[in-house]
Nanobody
Framework: QVQLVESGGDLVQAGGSLRLSCAASGSISTFNVMGWYRQAPGKQREFVATITSSGSTVYADSVKGRFIISRDNAKNILWMQMNSLKPEDTAVYYC????????WGQGTQVTVSS
């Protein structure tokens, strides 16, 4: 049973940056796809970005050019660098990993003030 633990969420002013991390209790090299999703208050959880085991990335249009997803298979960590943050980026950010089953982390809160 793999556990995912997110960290790095914080309160930041608009235009600022944060780096989120998702640490796995086991090897992430077996996960074909890992990604970040977010859920704002009163809204459904939405896709933010994914990265495959070969390093291919996909981003939501709303974050393209501002967020960068990466993974370190040796350290079993998924990262997301978030730049030029906007108030509409405020949400709980969740890490997701797809292997034989889908795993989710518990989330980390990102709040962007205007």
């Amino acid at each position: 049973q793999v556990q995912l633990v997110e960290s790095g969420g914080d309160l930041v002013q608009a235009g600022g940056s944060l780096r989120l991390s998702c640490a796995a209790s086991g090897s992430i090299s077996t996960f074909n796809v890992m990604g970040w999703y977010r859920q704002a208050p009163g809204k459904q959880r939405e896709f933010v970005a994914t990265i495959t085991s070969s390093g291919s990335t996909v981003y939501a249009d709303s974050v393209k050019g501002r967020f960068i997803i990466s993974r370190d298979n040796a350290k079993n960590i998924l990262w997301m660098q978030m730049n030029s943050l906007k108030p509409e980026d405020t949400a709980v950010y969740y890490c997701r990993a797809v292997g034989r089953r889908v795993y989710w982390g518990q989330g980390t809160q990102v709040t962007v003030s205007s």
